[in-house]
């Protein structure tokens, strides 16, 4: 029974301050009431938090955009993440992709021109199908987790005290207004007529006005308390900067890693298909070697470099090349196959002369070896000073 007696009242003192917040609120928004504001100091803190907030959410939510664009899967690794499950594994756009090839290239007969490319191509695809499984892990695991532990863990934990300030702020406010419509009612007692009602009343309002004082000293503390609690939660926003920084440094090295592997993979790639013609001879045509053209290859001269020591050079002064009179010296950068007796196979890292020939395609130089002469692919070559 007095559990329950104990329950009963509880649950009265709770549903009084609840309607006591309310009253205060609403009298605060129709302008019948004063309002406590908070610091400078903490009201910026505040808008900093709500700031990192909306924008480390945005940025989360765009990059697992980025990492998966498919929002079936999305949506389905959401599922097992919240029923602490791990997904099955699902094979990549750039791993089917390859699959597919490779599965074509071999029904075309890898001892095909076709065939083998496809297989090659394929190949590649596949090989960056797994950078690109590697690059989300590692993205998800430095970059997107601790953005993600923020928004679940020490933003709420900010906002669950920032609702309780609010609450204390409304009973601070509560109490002044009590305090005042008590010094009211006691000023207004001392004011009337009988001696007897006027003895009464100041007595009555002088003990209200002594309470209420005493309520309000209780609330100022308690708000005053929580302020400083919520402030001090509110400072760490700036190592949670600090954090993210570092988890974008790291996301940054991953992409980094990630264009340098498939680069290079296309590089190899573009190597290893140079031995075949893009068109074969057909009614006297003449076959054109597979180069890649000049403006579609210069990257620049500087090096890509990433994290992992990877160094990838592109060839440079091409069309140095192209536009230089008379002869020059040129480096080959890797191998290739002459389709055909019109043009000189090459070894990487020889040095061979080479100059240009008027009506001469733009993408190709006329190379010299000793009594050997043959059109090579400028994209093969890098000019010596």
């Known amino acids: 029974m007095n559990i329950m007696d104990f329950n009963v009242k509880k649950l009265a003192a709770d549903a009084g301050t609840f309607l006591s917040r309310a009253v205060q609120f609403t009298e605060e928004k129709l302008g019948q009431a004063e309002k406590t504001e908070l610091d400078a100091h903490l009201e910026n803190l505040l808008s900093k938090a709500e700031c990192t907030k909306i924008w480390t959410e945005k940025i989360m939510k765009q990059t697992e955009v980025l990492l998966q664009p498919n929002p079936n899967a999305?949506?389905?690794?959401?599922?097992?993440?919240k029923l602490d499950r791990k997904a099955p594994s699902r094979i990549n756009n750039p791993e089917l992709l390859g699959q597919y090839m490779i599965d074509a290239g071999t029904e075309f007969g890898p001892g095909t021109a076709y065939g083998n490319a496809l297989i090659k191509c394929g190949e590649t695809q596949k090989r960056i199908g797994t950078a690109d499984r590697e690059l989300i892990q590692?993205?998800?695991?430095?970059?997107?987790?601790?953005?993600?532990?923020?928004?679940?863990?020490?933003?709420?934990?900010?906002?669950?005290e920032r609702k309780l300030l609010q609450?204390?702020?409304?009973?601070?406010?509560?109490?002044?207004?009590?305090?005042?419509?008590?010094?009211?009612?006691?000023?207004?007692a001392s004011q009337l007529n009988s001696a007897r009602l006027e003895g009464d009343n100041i007595m009555i309002w002088a003990e209200e006005v002594t309470k209420s004082e005493q309520e309000l000293r209780i609330t100022q503390s308690e708000f005053?308390?929580?302020?400083?609690?919520?402030?001090l939660l509110l400072e760490g926003i700036s190592s949670t900067h600090a954090h993210h920084l570092r988890c974008l440094n790291d996301f940054v090295e991953a992409q980094m890693t990630y264009y340098a592997?498939?680069?290079?993979?296309?590089?190899?790639?573009?190597?290893?298909?140079g031995s075949f013609p893009s068109n074969y001879c057909n009614n006297n045509q003449t076959s054109v070697a597979p180069a890649p053209s000049a403006s579609s290859n210069v990257i620049g001269?500087?090096?890509?470099?990433?994290?992992?020591?990877?160094?990838?050079?592109?060839?440079?002064?091409?069309i140095d090349l192209k536009e230089c009179s008379g002869s020059r010296k040129a480096r080959v950068l890797y191998d290739y196959d002459a389709a055909n007796s019109s043009e000189l196979s090459l070894l990487a890292d020889e040095v061979i002369t080479v100059f240009s020939v008027v009506g001469m395609d733009s993408d190709w130089l006329m190379g010299e070896r000793g009594n050997q002469k043959g059109r090579v692919p400028i994209t093969y070559l890098e000019l010596l000073n």
Do not use: H, W
């Open 224 to 231: 005053d308390r929580q302020a400083e609690i919520t402030r």
């Open 138 to 160: 590692t993205s998800a695991l430095n970059f997107l987790t601790p953005l993600r532990n923020f928004i679940e863990g020490d933003y709420k934990t900010i906002a669950k």
């Open 301 to 318: 001269s500087s090096a890509l470099t990433s994290t992992s020591g990877l160094v990838i050079t592109s060839p440079s002064n091409l």
């Open 167 to 188: 609450n204390k702020r409304l009973d601070l406010d509560a109490a002044k207004t009590r305090l005042k419509k008590a010094k009211a009612a006691e000023t207004r």
């Open 261 to 273: 592997q498939c680069y290079q993979y296309m590089l190899d790639l573009q190597k290893q298909l």
């Open 74 to 81: 999305r949506i389905e690794e959401f599922v097992y993440e």
